[in-house]
Antibody, heavy 123, light 108 residues
Framework: EVQLVESGGGLVQPGGSLKLSCAASGFTFSGSAMHWVRQASGKGLEWVGRIRSKTNSYATTYVASVKGRFTISRDDSKNTAYLQMNSLKTEDTAVYYC??????????????WGQGTLVTVSS | SYVLTQPPSVSVAPGQTARITCGGNNIGSKSVHWYQQKPGQAPVLVVYDDSDRPSGIPERFSGSNSGNTAALTISRVEAGDEADYYCQVWDSSGDHPIFGGGTKLTVL
């Protein structure tokens, strides 16, 4: 069974940093791109970014609002992806999910998702 | 950038059929995916590639996509279907996903 478990969320002051982890099991982690998606309370889903596999040079892409502040990394030996968040703003407050993208020929979809971890940026 | 438009809410009585739409410019040329999210839970994929269902998703959930509108149809709606539903496509030019704003399905 594919399983994704996020951890590392919590309360942080504006301007602070936090590092989230996503522990994966049940699939070939090293061959999979890993994505982060966030959701502010009462709001919709917002893609944050992704990191590709070693085969694809661990390439990363981010949404414009976090570029330069957030960094996605991975440790294939630990089957874990990370989201390093720096210079946090109150608008970064959200539940952060990690997920896997798949496709059969059309566009990518996300399945499964982790349970999410809450990040609260507040003074 | 590409925008997906969903109605904020849809209401339906138990046993009836709910149709949740997702509008986008020529969305029929893209693959559309749908997620169900219940309060306090992570999203769950219910339809992918317009009309395919993942294992474990009831046949009551179906999808369609043509022209400028994609739709998720839930037949014989049950109380347990009450949730937020999101559509999603992949922006191949920007190489990133796009989500609709979500639709809250209320079972009366």
């Amino acid at each position: 069974e594919v399983q994704l478990v996020e951890s590392g969320g919590g309360l942080v002051q504006p301007g602070g940093s936090l590092k989230l982890s996503c522990a994966a099991s049940g699939f070939t982690f090293s061959g999979s791109a890993m994505h982060w998606v966030r959701q502010a309370s009462g709001k919709g889903l917002e893609w944050v970014g992704r990191i590709r596999s070693k085969t694809n040079s661990y390439a990363t892409t981010y949404v414009a609002s976090v570029k330069g502040r957030f960094t996605i990394s991975r440790d294939d030996s630990k089957n874990t992806a990370y989201l390093q968040m720096n210079s946090l703003k109150t608008e970064d407050t959200a539940v952060y999910y990690c997920t896997i993208a798949s496709r059969l020929g059309g566009g990518y979809w996300f399945d499964p998702w982790g349970q999410g971890t809450l990040v609260t940026v507040s003074s | 950038s590409y925008v997906l438009t969903q109605p904020p809410s849809v209401s339906v009585a138990p046993g009836q059929t709910a149709r949740i739409t997702c509008g986008g410019n020529n969305i029929g040329s893209k693959s559309v995916h749908w997620y169900q999210q219940k309060p306090g839970q992570a999203p769950v994929l219910v339809v992918y590639d317009d009309s395919d269902r993942p294992s474990g998703i009831p046949e009551r959930f179906s999808g369609s996509n043509s022209g400028n509108t994609a739709a998720l149809t839930i037949s014989r709606v049950e109380a347990g279907d009450e949730a937020d539903y999101y559509c999603q496509v992949w922006d191949s030019s920007g190489d990133h996903p796009i989500f609709g704003g979500g639709t809250k399905l209320t079972v009366l």
